[in-house]
């Protein structure tokens, strides 16, 4: 299996990125990042920020925000967004890698949410990360971020119905998935198929996620090799104490 860049099928999943979510984690961790953002002095920096779906109410919220991402359709469904609301003051997108961050301002919080970071499949790519990260920060500023820590235990499957449903007044979208596991790499790979249909029109969108999972004590010693210092790890997004079994992992990390 050739190695991939966790950057593709980003580009094509952004007509149904926000469809999908709201099916599946919906706002639960929304309230998080709106209260560590509205804390901290403006502006907050997101990282992979792709539709607003954290931004746009985390600048509702009161807070600054400057958000990052790779994908140009992503971004432009962010602004729309931010548009509509009529908050576009109050946020900036910009179109960069978050490998490395285009900003010569310090952040006092960088903010990595939904399993960004997982979409740096290579070793490289977190380091080269994590140092940009630390670049950014001003001393003493918090990095936050959280990893969805099930992603190896999925099963593999082939061409599996998972999502159904409308969108708009009149197309029908429908998910269909694969998923298959790199053990060797820590990689689950997810072939998508979205197959879009309007009437007797029907269109087939076809692209490949893949994501990295590091346990806990694997991601902390590459914060902390990168200058950061742990100031605590969450199992949940109300505080709740660590456990590997927990559904979502959050660390908090100080620039040191």
Not at 172 to 177: A, D, G, N, V
Not at 229 to 244: T, V
Request: positive net charge.
């Amino acid at each position: 299996m050739s190695e991939r860049d966790g950057s593709e099928g980003w580009d094509t999943y952004a007509p149904f990125y926000d469809w999908e979510n709201a099916q599946t984690v919906a706002r639960r961790d929304v309230p998080f990042w709106q209260r560590l953002a509205i804390v901290h002095e403006e502006p907050v920096l997101e990282l992979g920020c792709g539709t607003g779906r954290i931004a746009v109410p985390v600048a509702k919220a009161g807070a600054r925000v400057v958000g990052v991402d790779r994908s140009a359709p992503m971004l432009a469904r962010a602004q729309r967004r931010l548009k509509r609301a009529r908050i576009a003051d109050r946020a900036m997108l910009v179109r960069g890698d978050i490998r490395t961050l285009p900003f010569r301002c310090r952040f006092p919080l960088v903010m990595a949410p939904y399993g960004i970071l997982q979409s740096l499949t290579r070793e490289r790519d977190l380091a080269d990360t994590l140092a940009s990260v630390a670049r950014t920060l001003e001393r003493g500023g918090l990095f936050c971020m959280d990893l969805v820590p099930d992603l190896p235990r999925w099963s593999e499957y082939r061409r599996r119905v998972s999502l159904r449903g409308k969108t708009g007044t009149n197309t029908r979208l429908t998910l269909i998935e694969s998923v298959r596991q790199d053990h060797r790499r820590k990689l689950t790979i997810f072939d998508q198929e979205y197959v879009e249909r309007r009437g007797r029109r029907r269109t087939s969108h076809r692209f490949v996620l893949t994501f990295r999972t590091l346990s806990v004590p694997q991601m902390t010693r590459r914060l902390e090799h990168a200058g950061f210092a742990i100031q605590a790890i969450l199992g949940d997004y109300q505080g709740g104490p660590w456990d590997e079994r927990a559904d979502v992992w959050v660390i908090v990390a100080r620039k040191t």
